[in-house]
């Protein structure tokens, strides 16, 4: 059974910080260290310096990023940067943003969810997630005892009877991000009405969308509490953004592969492989002129289209080309990114590819382009999205996709609520 409860939030305190586009980020793990550096100097209480701190050269066991981590958050605790909502309570995060030129209006809302093994049947995962952030995620819990942001998740909504009852709300805040995103935080502070949501998501099951890592490391943190005589009931809930993935609002974007490490004749070698499996046709500019960015947005579109298992391909040698399976059946009910992935290590005779050096992540054509044209990356890979559809029959199916294979968008802001695990649940 799903449980979900009301918490005290804690919020940034507008009188102190003013502009709340200037203390919020994303995510910790899509955070370039440039951008890293930008959410530093913007503002002083920017969440950065908690869920993505940098290493100092003096660090030292018990006095490192985590260490500092733990003492802004306590520190502007007490300090009235951050403060306690009034009352309990549910709260709805609405996000505007554009896609292909159209408005979308995304809204799910946040609670705590009591933790449950996967093998539970309630929670599910959807894909493998590289295991170096976990030991991070699980430091940062440890000295902070918080959740500075919550785990996305997806749940069928039934026709929409959870999302009618969001609508009684009152407004915590709204801004408008560098992005141009819109986001607002409201509160459901009516008990009746909070009753009635946590008693209807009790037989619904959820599809982790974003925090895998999250969700593992709050697992991990529950076992060690609870080998402490002083077990925390906080430490079994963790904070949860519940969104209903018959909604409008479920946008998933491609995520695009670029393979590295490759010298000239492996790169040919490896294209060259490919032609076993796949027919290979050339993707041609409409003018001398156009560029890169233009061209590959239109291959994107073209595999878009075609669906199934095609794919665009790019090297600076060779460039653009459309990829078509000569016989599909061996692809039937695997994703995309799995049939990809799968090849690519094959071909290379390889049981896994480094991140960031043999294999990169980007949901920009441009970008991957760019890192072929200046050759960190010999091959770009072009996807077609993840469609829900996957998502929901790959994650109940009790199967995982390779990592990086959906881009969930917009991301969830960090430090827009956030929870103490001291807190009574």
Request: aromatic fraction near 12%; glycine fraction near 6%; charged fraction near 30%.
């Amino acid at each position: 059974m799903l449980v979900i409860r009301p918490f005290r939030g804690i919020i940034y305190n507008r009188d102190k910080v003013g502009d709340l586009s200037k203390v919020v980020a994303p995510p910790y793990d899509i955070i370039s260290p440039s951008e890293q550096d930008f959410y530093y100097q913007i503002h002083p209480y920017n969440i950065i310096r908690i869920i993505l701190g940098k290493d100092e050269a003096t660090d030292r066991s018990g006095k490192n990023k985590y260490f500092r981590a733990a003492s802004f958050f306590r520190d502007w605790l007490s300090r009235g940067i951050l403060k306690r909502e009034p009352t309990s309570s549910i709260y709805t995060y609405c996000q505007k943003y554009n896609v292909d030129d159209e408005e979308v209006e995304r809204k799910g809302f946040i609670a705590l969810m009591k933790l449950e093994q996967f093998s539970s049947g309630v929670v599910f995962p959807h894909e493998e997630v590289f295991s170096e952030p976990q030991e991070d995620r699980l430091n940062l819990l440890r000295a902070c005892h918080a959740n500075f942001s919550a785990i996305f998740t997806l749940f069928n909504g039934s026709g929409g009877k959870i999302d009618n009852l969001l609508e009684e709300e009152e407004l915590v805040f709204e801004f408008e991000d560098f992005a141009g995103i819109k986001h607002r935080l409201s509160a459901i502070r009516d008990q009746e009405l909070i009753n009635k949501i946590c008693y209807s998501m009790q037989d619904k099951k959820v599809l982790i969308a974003d925090g895998h890592h999250r969700y593992l490391t709050a697992l991990r943190f529950r076992e060690e509490m609870r080998r402490r005589a002083s077990f925390s009931p906080g430490a079994d809930y963790t904070m949860v953004y519940f969104l209903d993935m018959n909604s409008r609002g479920v946008t998933i974007l491609p995520v695009h592969r670029l393979i590295g490490g490759l010298t000239l004749t492996q790169t040919q070698k490896l294209v060259k492989d490919i032609e076993r499996f796949f027919y290979k046709k050339p993707f041609k500019k409409l003018a001398v002129d156009e560029k890169d960015e233009i061209v590959s947005k239109r291959l994107l579109s073209e595999v878009k289209k075609i669906g199934g298992c095609s794919f665009g391909i790019y090297t600076k040698k060779e460039g653009y080309f459309l990829l078509f399976p000569k016989d599909p059946q061996p692809f039937l009910k695997k994703v995309k990114s799995a049939i990809l992935d799968e090849l690519v290590k094959n071909l290379l005779n390889k049981k896994s590819l480094k991140k960031g050096k043999e294999i990169h992540f980007t949901t920009s054509t441009a970008e991957a382009i760019e890192e072929v044209k200046k050759g960190r990356f010999q091959v770009a890979f072009f996807l077609a999205p993840t469609t829900i559809q996957e998502v929901r029959d790959v994650a109940l199916s009790g199967g995982k996709m390779p990592p990086k294979s959906t881009y969930f968008y917009p991301k969830l802001l960090s430090g827009l609520v956030m929870r103490d695990l001291e807190d009574a649940v």
